[in-house]
């Protein structure tokens, strides 16, 4: 399926939970996906599990309750995939 191919995302902490449940559909309807992860483990064991391409995927240990950990995670997203049109922030 690729109702998302040609989206960018970014999804914060997508390293577990619903936030790797939305990151994963996300690549599958063919989206490039941000990932954002405070529990750096999390986000190196989602990385090595190769369920997210390397090349739909960039994975950023990250802050983003900080106005500075936030503009980094865009700045990832922005440089990586050329922008961002989708911003996911499970609660």
Do not use: Y
Request: proline share 2%; aromatic share 4%.
């Amino acid at each position: 399926m690729d109702r998302l191919r040609g989206k960018s995302a970014i999804v914060t902490g997508g390293a577990s939970g619903i936030g790797r449940a939305v990151a994963l559909l996300f690549v599958e309807e063919g989206a490039t996906v941000t990932i954002g992860d405070l529990n750096e483990n999390s986000l190196s064991d989602v990385a090595r599990e190769r369920l997210l391409p390397g090349d739909q995927a960039e994975f950023v240990h990250v802050d983003v309750t900080t106005a500075a950990g936030a503009a980094r995670l865009v700045g990832a997203a922005d440089a990586r995939f050329d922008g961002v049109d989708v911003l996911v922030q499970p609660g």
